[in-house]
């Protein structure tokens, strides 16, 4: 099957580093998505990895690996309006973009 | 520059009617993708629109149909309505190229009492 596996839940601090992991179980994934959703709002797009490495983008980071299928985002200089649920997405291949979701990582960011 | 957009917002079936969600996608977008996301969960791929044709398809019973028309608007049906329908749906738009990049609307969130 195809499955993303990420933490239900994160907590830090204002103007701390926190990062947010992301295994899958499937050799089927181009590349690793992550989106942002806001008490059930519209889930924004924030990065894309197509290839292995780091793809920075302003305070937020994210790292892919396909040899280890793995990823992460790296959010920095955490602001309260980062508290959030955080998904990572897997497009498939020849599958013409379908995504296929984690469950969320909710973070909290604390004063 | 309008992004997606989705009608209604909120609606409230009982069990056994139908529904029809309607989404209109970002200026020059030409594809657009339909998720169902329950509460707390990430949203699960129903099915994708290209060219008026059903592209791609999750594991998503009969009952959810669509259709895209020629100025790449989009409808969602749901027949025969059960309390595991409810739930946000979420219209999606994007560019065939697939690059995982994808533009969502705010959704309809559908109760199903």
């Known amino acids: 099957g195809q499955s993303l596996e990420q933490p239900s839940e994160v907590t830090a601090v204002e103007g701390a580093i926190v990062q947010i992991n992301c295994t899958y179980q499937t050799s089927g994934f181009y590349g690793l998505s992550w989106y942002q959703q806001h008490d059930g709002g519209a889930p924004t797009f924030l990065s894309y990895?197509?290839?292995?490495g780091l793809e920075e983008t302003g305070r937020f980071s994210s790292f892919l690996s396909r040899s280890d299928s793995y990823g992460y985002l790296l959010l920095q200089e955490l602001q309260m309006k980062d508290s959030a649920s955080y998904f990572c997405a897997g497009p498939l291949y020849n599958q013409g973009g379908k995504l296929i979701f984690g469950q969320g990582t909710e973070l909290s960011v604390k004063p | 520059d309008a992004g997606v957009t989705q009608s209604p917002t909120h609606l409230i079936k009982t069990r056994g009617q139908q529904v029809t969600l309607r989404c209109s996608p970002k200026?020059?977008?030409?594809?657009v993708s339909w998720y169902q996301q329950a509460l707390g969960q990430g949203p699960q791929f129903i099915f994708q629109?290209?060219?008026?044709?059903?592209?791609q398809r999750g594991n998503f019973p009969d009952r959810f149909s669509g259709h895209q028309f020629p100025n790449y608007s989009s409808e969602l049906n749901v027949n025969a309505l059960l309390l595991g329908d409810s739930a946000l749906y979420l219209c999606?738009?994007?560019?065939?190229?697939?690059?995982?990049?994808?533009?969502f609307g705010e959704g309809s969130r559908l109760t199903v009492l």
């Open positions: 629109y290209y060219e008026e044709e059903e592209r």
């Open positions: 999606a738009s994007s560019l065939p190229s697939g690059t995982g990049e994808l533009f």
């Open positions: 990895n197509a290839l292995d």
């Open positions: 200026s020059g977008h030409d594809t």
